[in-house]
Structure formats: C-alpha cells, structure tokens
T-cell receptor, first 116, second 110 residues
Framework: SAVISQKPSRDICQRGTSLTIQCQVD?????MFWYRQQPGQSLTLIAT?????????ESGFVIDKFPISRPNLTFSTLTVSNMSPEDSSIYLC?????????????FGSGTRLTVV | RKEVEQDPGPFNVPEGATVAFNCTYS??????FFWYRQDCRKEPKLLMS???SGNEDGRFTAQLNRASQYISLLIRDSKLSDSATYLC???????????FGKGTKLSVKP
C-alpha cells in the first residue's frame, strides 16, 4: 500500500491566520481525499482532490475556507483559511489502495490543529 | 439518519474475552465495507475488509448481511493490545470515498 508523508504533524495557530497542510505520496494516485476529525467524532470528508481539475467539496465545506491544490499525482495541500477555534481538529489525507476500493485506503498520520 | 451507525461503547472487557461490535448502514448502494482500527492520537488503519461470505483473520471475524444492511466484527481472546477505537466504514460515497461510523471504543483490561 502507498506510504503518505503528512506535514505538519501538529500546530497551534492564532485565529484569523491560515495553515497549509501537505501530503506527499510515494506513488502516483488518481484521487486524494481530505478528511477532518473533530474531537470525539469520526472522520468527515472535506473534499476530493483530483489532479488537473478543481477539488470537489462535500456539503458544508467551501473552497474559500479550505482551498486545495493538486499539482501532480503524488502531492496535495489543504489550507485552512481565516482560522477560528472551531477549526481545531485533526486533518487527514487519504489515498485509495492499489487494489482499488477493496484494498482499503491509507491515511497520512494527521495534522493536529489547535486554534487559539 | 447517519449513513453508518455503530454503538459508541465504551466496551470494557477482561483479557481473553470475546467481544462483538455491530454496525448498520443506510445506503443500500454501498459496495464495500471495512473495519478500521484507530489508536489514540493516531490515524485509522485498515483492520480488515468485510465480505458477504464472512471472513476471518486470526482472532478477528467480520460478517456482512446485505439484506439487513448490517456489519459485525467479532474479536476472540481479547488482548490488551486490542484496546482501540474500531471504525465501521462503507465505501461508496459520492466521490468514491469512505464513509465512517463514529467508532466503538474498546478497552481490554488485565
């Protein structure tokens, strides 16, 4: 399965600022997913990042707040913009397995964001 | 109704116990199902896929009942190292993504 390097692992940010999270994959993948996991909650999909096209956002998430880049098949970034304490969460990127959906998905190690 | 629902627990069991987790899903079009394990402050990791015929991996047995839209995970002879949150997951979101339940927390005690 793919290996994902996600940075930063954690950060404490001031409200009103922005943070960019990076995910680097050791192989080319078509689709990358960005999830959020709020304290005590499960994972919620923010958006799907496709190379060469705009990201597709889930209901409740907008590009102005969570801009995503996907410059190539091994890399993606998620920016959390104009942060507020409500954005404090764990953010994870994910890619599908090389056997397609039956192979399960691999996750980055996550970015633990605290907004103060 | 949430797309994937599971008992949040916590399940507190002694070592050696057998414990069963249940999960239901609402979208009959979901194609594949998984159990993921998430340790505290770690990312989720695939535990096993779930097939209609049932599948077993060592002490772990997963079962899918499509008619009832029900998924189960059985852990036999629990170990301390099994303590984690177990996430029931369906594949088949609008973007080909995974849909997660809230997780069931398991704590295995000596």
């Amino acid at each position: 399965s793919a290996v994902i390097s996600q940075k930063p692992s954690r950060d404490i940010c001031q409200r009103g600022t922005s943070l960019t999270i990076q995910c680097q994959v050791d192989s080319q993948v078509t689709m990358m997913f960005w999830y959020r996991q709020q304290p005590g909650q499960s994972l919620t999909l923010i958006a799907t990042a496709n190379q060469g096209s705009e990201a597709t956002y889930e209901s409740g998430f907008v590009i102005d707040k969570f801009p995503i880049s996907r410059p190539n098949l091994t890399f993606s970034t998620l920016t959390v913009s104009n942060m507020s304490p409500e954005d404090s969460s764990i953010y994870l990127c994910s890619v599908g397995g090389d056997r397609g959906p039956l192979g399960g998905y691999t996750f980055g190690s996550g970015t633990r964001l605290t907004v103060v | 109704r949430k797309e994937v629902e599971q008992d949040p627990g916590p399940f507190n069991v002694p070592e050696g116990a057998t414990v069963a987790f249940n999960c239901t899903y609402s979208n009959s079009a979901s194609q594949s199902f998984f159990w993921y394990r998430q340790d505290c402050r770690k990312e989720p990791k695939l535990l096993m896929s779930v097939y209609s015929s049932g599948n077993e991996d060592g002490r772990f047995t997963a079962q899918l009942n499509r008619a009832s839209q029900y998924i189960s995970l059985l852990i036999r002879d629990s170990k301390l190292s099994d303590s984690a949150t177990y996430l029931c997951v369906a594949y088949g979101g609008s973007q080909g993504n995974l849909i997660f339940g809230k997780g069931t927390k398991l704590s295995v005690k000596p």
